[in-house]
T-cell receptor, first 117, second 113 residues
């Protein structure tokens, strides 16, 4: 069964420092991976995706993610954190184990990012 | 382009009632998915529709149902509400099926008393 794990409930980082939010996955076949961010009382905003190609994916708001097939990881990174980056971050994988051409996403439990001034 | 809209934004119901939530996808998007978000269970997939057909269904009881109309708008219905149905219900749309990113609406916050 497909699954996603975000091992950290919360990540704390000082403004201006680099940040990493970790994600590991388990899928059959090629993974389609996504990162979303959620601000309080809001829906999810798409940050970036990996389908195929370069292992380093660049996304919105200066975020990027590194796909590592051997470690089955897809960590979210940003070189310099902002206080406004404080939010809940979700990693997701498309469920390709059942119905073909489904957009169904399996989400991790989420990681709260706290950036302190 | 307008984003995904969901109505209503907030709902308060009592146990045993039923509720209908509405989702209007981004113009041109034909795929709509629904997710339930709770503090305990996180984000869980409910259904996916494409061109008025249910393509996939999550592991929820039959009290949860949905449909999609010819204009791609979607509704979900929950009958005989239970306290545990209190959640944020999120709708997401995408252009086609499969690998494309999904764009989420702001959600409907349902509280069951």
């Amino acid at each position: 069964a497909q699954s996603v794990a975000q091992p950290e409930d919360q990540v704390n980082v000082a403004e201006g420092n680099p940040l990493t939010v970790k994600c590991t996955y388990s899928v059959s076949g090629n993974p389609y991976l996504f990162w979303y961010v959620q601000y309080p009382n809001r829906g999810l905003q798409f940050l970036l995706k990996y389908i195929t190609g370069d292992n380093l994916v660049k996304g919105s708001y200066g975020f990027e993610a590194e796909f590592n097939k051997s470690q089955t990881s897809f960590h979210l990174k940003k070189p310099s954190a902002l206080v406004s980056d404080s939010a809940l971050y979700f990693c997701a994988v498309r469920d390709n184990g059942g119905t073909s051409n489904t957009g169904k996403l399996i989400f991790g439990q989420g990681t709260t990012l706290q950036v302190k001034p | 382009k307008a984003g995904v809209t969901q109505t209503p934004r907030y709902l308060i119901k009592t146990r045993g009632q039923q509720v209908t939530l509405s989702c209007s996808p981004i113009s041109g998007h034909r795929s709509v998915s629904w997710y339930q978000q709770t503090p305990g269970q996180g984000l869980q997939f409910l259904f996916e529709y494409f061109s008025e057909t249910q393509r996939n269904k999550g592991n929820f009881p039959g009290r949860f149902s949905g449909r999609q109309f010819s204009n791609s708008r979607s509704e979900m219905n929950v009958s005989t509400l239970e306290l545990g149905d209190s959640a944020l219900y999120l709708c997401a749309s995408s252009f086609g099926q499969g690998a494309g990113e999904q764009f989420f609406g702001p959600g409907t916050r349902l509280t069951v008393l």
